[in-house]
């Protein structure tokens, strides 16, 4: 790479934006509608020292661009921007701050804490009025001009229908901290994500797609750094183009393209937790590091009549604005370069009621929605919101367009107080677990537009729900403040008084038994069910339910654990629940039950109360209503014995013809138990040959045919019956 560079740059075109290299050279295109002036300025290899300052020659419609000849692929850059520093009417620029590409594709060169990288004196009594002439590159990591040679070979999207999608959140660097059998240096990084022994965990749970935590790049914000913690979850975006640094162990980009292409020859589909809701620049207060120092008038929703200050709707002192032509650009720019560039299968957007945000609040035909349902590259993959923000009206769960799936807290919080034994929550759980159509059914919305979870990164693990009546944050030095005070968590202890890992062994066992009915409820619900990575073998994070501070072995996940016998145990009875899910031919509609009937006596859904009849509304609405069943029916087309993996395959023989393909109507019953003494179900009419498939208080399944017009359901418990109906559908 020539150290030499021209006096100044040829004219350039202004699109693509970003840095492109086209083989002769590279050609710089960056958006700013309010400078007056933008340099390019070039470095060594490591970010460590400016070699050349040029400032680009033209500006066709706002983007300011030019052209570097015998530039290639390597080529360290950055951006200074002239033009007016008026706080008050929402101008920042201060050409004396080194600011990364908003395109950039790479970063060399961490982040170094330095009160340079502020355009205000942060000691001057005027505040942010006043401006710092300091010089910021020292302290400022730098972008890299990329290529994106990568031989994917015949890699094809997994494509696996929303009807049969399982997710498994993870964090790319919690799952492999802990994996001692990994080099020390790839721990924490793309290459373990691609490590065939984590591909294969994933395979004998029967998940179908892994939703990582934000991956693009991140800063790990001061006040952090202060306490010697760190930004561990990500959600403070640096870059919307470039991997996050820390996830690439010998720092190349195709670490990541080959961890993608790895999970997806094992059929395992990727998608990304994004955050273009907000950036790291946060308030008036906050660094200069890119889009504040390019257009700050333009890139942030600022406060109408006093431009000084930002609105924030998302709690981290800034909003993108995503009114402006430009900014929803960048994020759909973005969005297609994962798609195209790395084979990304899906997203889900943090707080995304805020990307639905127009100049009167949040709005279902709003730019961002109507510019993704429309993209051809993104018309294929899938789309999930966090239907949420801080801002007025800022609970938006049911109200997202057609194509977008939404992380459902409704389910989440009525499955937790259903099982803890919480009054008046029956037939709140019975909208849930049909879908919640009371939320979804509409627009020809389809069914998996729920996403079923009952734990997240964003709260308790599955463990210390059951394990802590109460928040434990000290260890992020806040005193215990932080993080939701309403869980839906109890320790099942006699008095309350026993906080965490106990050796009574009658505690244990109450907290397993309501661990295995909240995940057979998880996987047994229609809609789309998400599983948090380690919830499959009893990870805790010792009562914190809010480590995104937390790059410790609080958040990273133990494996140690995972082979223990109860984690594997445990590890079993969720391949096992999934398996039951994929083989349930009602959870593969995809249409909101409505009561149809499939066959005489049957419908596609049925609710009985413990005595065999129907649910009444005042067994419904009764507080004291524990137990009741849900009977789900629904055609099943059979190619053979044994195809259905919940059914023992002689008693399927009963029903086949001599081709071995007739429909039959396939019935499943859930009984349902959140009381602290077992309950004796008669079994509703009609009477049909039923197999016992699921006894969530017992780790080990096996499949029994059930003798009996009655069947006792332990506390705490949800069993279910399968059978198949000798009347074809009508």
Not at 7 to 26: F, I, K
Not at 472 to 497: I, L, M, P, V
């Amino acid at each position: 790479m020539a150290t030499h560079f021209p006096d100044q740059l040829l004219t350039g075109v202004p699109y693509p934006l970003g840095a492109h290299v086209d083989g002769n050279g590279v050609n710089f295109a960056v958006f700013s509608a309010n400078a007056t002036r933008i340099d390019l300025c070039l470095f060594d290899a490591r970010g460590r020292k400016e070699l050349g300052r040029m400032p680009l020659p033209e500006c066709t419609d706002e983007v300011w661009h030019g052209y570097l000849p015998e530039a290639e692929a390597g080529l360290v850059y950055g951006y200074r921007a002239h033009g007016p520093y008026e706080p008050q009417r929402g101008h920042r620029f201060n050409a004396n701050k080194l600011l990364l590409d908003p395109y950039a594709r790479q970063l060399v060169g961490p982040i170094h804490w330095s009160d340079a990288l502020f355009s205000y004196r942060m000691q001057s009594a005027r505040s942010d009025l006043s401006i710092d002439r300091r010089d910021s590159a020292p302290a400022m990591c730098k972008a890299v001009v990329c290529d994106n040679m990568f031989n994917w070979g015949n890699d094809r999207p997994p494509a696996v229908p929303w009807s049969r999608t399982v997710i498994y959140e993870a964090h790319v660097r919690g799952v492999s901290m802990q994996r001692e059998d990994l080099p020390l240096q790839e721990r924490g990084t793309f290459r373990a994500l691609a490590e065939p022994g984590f591909i294969d965990h994933l395979l004998k749970l029967g998940v179908t797609a892994v939703e990582l935590l934000p991956v693009h790049a991140f800063l790990q914000d001061r006040f952090l750094v202060a306490r010697k913690l760190r930004n561990y979850w990500g959600y403070s975006t640096l870059g919307y183009f470039a991997p996050e640094p820390a996830y690439l162990a010998r720092n190349q980009l195709n670490e990541m393209r080959t961890a993608v292409r790895r999970l997806h020859e094992a059929g395992i589909e990727v998608i990304l937790d994004v955050v273009y809701n907000h950036t790291c620049e946060g308030n008036e207060l906050g660094p200069t590091l890119s889009w504040r120092g390019l257009d700050n008038a333009s890139y942030y929703r600022l406060v109408p009549g006093d431009e000084r200050h930002y609105i924030d709707e998302t709690g981290c002192g800034n909003t993108l604005n995503m009114s402006h032509p430009r900014v929803l650009q960048m994020v759909m720019d973005s969005l297609r370069y994962w798609v195209q560039e790395f084979h990304i299968d899906g997203f889900r957007f943090d707080l995304g009621v805020t990307l639905g945000r127009e100049g009167e609040g949040y709005d279902q035909g709003s730019g961002f929605f109507d510019a993704v349902r429309q993209d051809p590259v993104l018309a294929h993959v899938k789309l999930i919101s966090e239907p949420w923000d801080l801002g007025p009206g800022g609970y938006q769960l049911g109200n997202h367009p057609p194509g977008f799936a939404e992380w459902n807290d409704r389910y989440r919080d009525t499955v937790r107080r259903f099982w803890r034994g919480d009054a008046g929550q029956s037939g709140e759980l019975a909208a849930r677990l049909c879908g919640s159509a009371d939320m979804f059914d509409r627009r020809h919305r389809k069914i998996w537009a729920s996403i079923n979870f009952v734990t997240a990164h964003d709260g308790f693990t599955l463990n210390d729900l059951v394990s802590y009546a109460g928040k434990h944050n000290e260890a992020n030095h806040e005193d215990n403040r932080d993080g939701s005070d309403d869980n839906a968590s109890a320790n099942w202890s006699h008095d309350g008084s026993i906080e965490g890992p106990t050796d009574d062994a009658g505690i244990n066992a109450i907290r397993q038994r309501v661990q295995r009915a909240m995940l057979a409820t998880l996987f047994l619900s229609r809609g789309t069910p998400m599983l948090l990575g380690g919830d499959e073998f009893g990870r805790t994070q010792y009562g914190n339910n809010n480590s995104y501070c937390q790059d410790s072995p609080i958040s990273w996940l133990d494996w140690d654990q995972a082979q223990q016998p109860a984690g594997r145990q445990l590890s079993d009875y969720v391949a096992y629940l999934i398996a039951l899910r994929r083989s349930s031919g009602s959870l593969q509609q995809q249409t909101f039950p409505v009561g149809s009937k499939i066959a005489t006596d049957l419908h596609d859904i049925d609710w009985f109360s413990p005595e065999g009849v129907p649910m009444t509304s005042e067994c419904w609405s009764d507080g004291a209503t524990r137990a009741f069943g849900l009977r789900r029916a629904s055609v099943a087309h059979y190619t053979g014995p044994g195809k259905n993996l919940a059914r023992n395959p002689d008693y399927m023989l009963d029903y086949l013809q001599e081709d071995g393909t007739p429909d039959a109507v396939e019935i499943e019953l859930l009984l349902f138990n959140g009381a602290c003494d077992p309950v004796t179900f008669t079994l509703p009419q009609p009477a049909l040959r039923w197999q016992v498939v699921l006894e969530s208080v017992n780790l080990a399944q096996s499949v029994r045919i059930l003798a009996a017009d009655a069947i006792e359901v332990a506390a705490h418990g949800l069993t279910v019956l399968s059978a198949i109906s000798p009347e074809f559908a009508q």
